[in-house]
């Protein structure tokens, strides 16, 4: 199905009042035919045909009104996107069956075809665990051939799209500003290096759309529409990613989480889910099990713990010898630098950079082989 030039350019506007419903633009549709028809009548007879309040259906002109639709499609294009509507082929199925499918798409760069989509969110409060969580899972689930769909965010986030882009595997990003924005500043190269090995940035927003704290709980719908399931691995009982797990759960997607210590608040939204009856992941193996069969097709195991493996080829020679000095047992900072003749900064850099790789866990000061 396709729609003229005129109503594409229509939806666009449309599309900028961010509180705008599906349900209302379906009624409007249905009584005037179109959304250029809808943008033609004025604020009193919205408001009554679709049951909307008076000023909101004055705030939804007024908003249409203020984005330009064709330099909204020049900025993007030019930016080399596109902007996407339901009747587009592009536009995810998977959007267009939600409550709220998004009034028009923005995109940069391949939306996945056929493949599967794993999303995986998190607090930005992130801890060393949650680190090394996130790298392990997000590593074994792009070596396994499934795309991660995240939010580009601060911590988490941002972890698991840098895990796929080490591997040169896709990942998606849908980011709670316009296609035009950056947010966080210094996630600007990650972006760019998830675009450089086929993955895409998604927004619903207006293109030059800076950060707004409504933006961000909104666009978890759209990370967990293109999910087959989520995956929460740390974050707060009253956290982001615990918005996106519940709007999961009302697709009648599973979710599932990483347990944590019990003393940390970065672990209390995984442990609550668990309690409630999300699934229990401890390895990639785990998350793939809640695959139905037919979409397993393509999908292959790693066959060593990826994380792991990947970062044990980088290593400097210090911390080749500071993981050997670890072997199978248990060692203190202290123990390293008698055995390794190091000084203590030198000793205390090396193991928590592999801390941060995800190859040693500290656990009251001693340092041991990670499972994660």
């Known amino acids: 199905m396709s729609i003229s030039t005129q109503e594409r350019l229509a939806r666009i506007r449309v599309n900028a009042f961010l509180y705008f419903r599906s349900d209302w633009l379906a009624r409007l549709i249905e009584i005037f035919g179109s959304a250029e028809e809808i943008l033609k009548q004025n604020a009193d ?171 961000f709980p909104r666009r978890n719908r759209i990370i967990a529409a293109l999910s087959e ?33 019990i003393d940390s608040p970065q672990s209390s939204g995984p442990n609550h889910l668990i309690q409630d009856g999300a699934g229990v992941v401890t390895c990639v193996k785990d998350i793939i099990d809640y695959i139905p069969a037919p979409d397993l097709f393509g999908l292959h195991m790693p066959d060593t713990p990826a994380a792991a493996e990947k970062a044990r080829d980088g290593l400097s020679d210090v911390q080749q010898r500071v993981l050997n000095c670890v072997g199978s047992g248990e060692v203190s900072t202290d123990q390293v630098v008698e055995a390794l003749g190091l000084s203590v900064p030198e000793a205390a850099a090396a193991l928590f950079e592999l801390e941060v790789k995800g190859i040693l866990a500290c656990n009251n000061g001693l340092y041991a082989k990670s499972k994660f």
Do not use: W
């Not at 049951?51 to 007024?62: D, E, G, I, K």
């Not at 949650?130 to 939010?151: C, D, M, P």
């Open 229 to 261: 399931l989520i995956v929460v691995v740390e974050g707060e009982a009253k956290s982001g990613a615990l918005i996106t797990a519940k709007l999961a759960l009302e697709m009648g997607k599973d979710v599932l989480a990483v347990p944590g210590p």
């Open 45 to 215: 007879t919205l408001a009554k045909e679709a049951q909307m309040n008076p000023a909101t259906a004055a705030h939804f002109l007024r908003d249409a009104f203020s984005v330009d639709p064709e330099e909204e499609l020049e900025k993007t294009e030019k930016y080399g996107g596109r902007i996407l509507v339901p009747e587009d082929e592009e536009y995810p199925q998977s959007l267009r069956d939600i409550k709220e499918a998004p009034v028009a798409l923005y995109v940069l760069g391949k939306l996945p075809q056929n493949k599967l989509c794993i999303g995986m969110v998190g607090t930005r409060k992130i801890t060393a665990y949650g680190r090394r969580a996130a790298n392990t899972l997000a590593t074994g689930l792009a070596e396994s051939g499934a795309v991660i769909i995240s939010g580009l965010a601060r911590g988490i986030d941002s972890e698991c799209h840098a895990a796929a882009v080490r591997l040169h595997k896709p990942t998606v990003a849908v980011i709670g500003t316009g296609l035009g924005r950056c947010y966080p500043p210094e996630n600007r190269d990650l972006a760019k290096a998830l675009l450089q090995h086929g993955g895409a940035l998604v927004s619903e927003l207006p293109f030059n759309k800076p950060p707004n704290a409504f933006h």
